[in-house]
T-cell receptor, first 114, second 111 residues
Framework: SQTIHQWPATLVQPVGSPLSLECTVE??????LYWYRQAAGRGLQLLFY??????ISSEVPQNLSASRPQDRQFILSSKKLLLSDSGFYLC?????????????FGEGSRLTVL | KQEVTQIPAALSVPEGENLVLNCSFT??????LQWFRQDPGKGLTSLLL?????REQTSGRLNASLDKSSGRSTLYIAASQPGDSATYLC??????????FGQGTTLQVKP
């Protein structure tokens, strides 16, 4: 069966520090991968999605970047964090087949920038 | 641009009641629609997926319907239990994986 792992689960970082959140998927190949952010009092916002290695699209301008060095690994990064980067970050994966695409989410990483 | 609205924003009911959660979306050109559950501080759990060609989908005590032409979906929860307490999110899929989420309905089922 397929599983998705995110880490770290919780992170407290000072403003201006770097960030790296990692997501890996097991039990499937060539998945579509996504990073969403859920800010306090706001809905889920799609940040990045990837259909393959080194194929990444950004949905919103921001202080973050994403990379996909391996088929089932998706990394969210920042060189210098802002207070507004605080939030709950969720990685998701999907495979499209038979006209159906269903998304599955990880447990999330809570980032607090102080 | 797809916009999703979920009504009500919050709901508190006694155990055993049957519930209807509503979701409306502005762009009816969707491939499918997913309903998710989110427990506090946790990720999203996929509950049901309805394809655009389907009118409803059932899983246990959950039943989701889809009226694509009118831009509406409902999630019906039968015989609610305290363990059903969570936030329920609907998300239509208009463009491969780019789910647009509503703000959710936060449900509390009291024993």
């Amino acid at each position: 069966s397929q599983t998705i792992h995110q880490w770290p689960a919780t992170l407290v970082q000072p403003v201006g520090s770097p960030l790296s959140l990692e997501c890996t998927v097991e039990g499937t190949s060539n998945p579509n991968l996504y990073w969403y952010r859920q800010a306090a009092g706001r809905g889920l916002q799609l940040l990045f999605y990837s259909i393959g290695i080194d194929q990444i699209s950004s949905e919103v301008p921001q202080n973050l970047s994403a990379s996909r060095p391996q088929d089932r690994q998706f990394i969210l990064s920042s060189k210098k964090l802002l207070l507004s980067d605080s939030g709950f970050y969720l990685c998701a994966w999907s495979v499209y087949g038979g006209g159906v695409e269903e998304l599955f989410f990880g447990e999330g990483s809570r980032l607090t920038v102080l | 641009k797809q916009e999703v609205t979920q009504i009500p924003a919050a709901l508190s009911v006694p155990e055993g009641e049957n519930l209807v959660l509503n979701c409306s979306f502005t762009d009816s050109a969707i491939y499918n629609l997913q309903w998710f559950r989110q427990d506090p501080g946790k990720g999203l759990t996929s509950l049901l997926l309805i394809q655009s060609s389907q009118r409803e989908q059932t899983s246990g005590r959950l039943n989701a319907s889809l009226d694509k032409s009118s831009g509406r979906s409902t999630l019906y929860i039968a015989a609610s239990q305290p363990g059903d307490s969570a936030t329920y999110l609907c998300a239509p899929n208009s463009n491969t994986g780019k789910l647009i989420f509503g703000q959710g309905t936060t449900l509390q089922v009291k024993p």
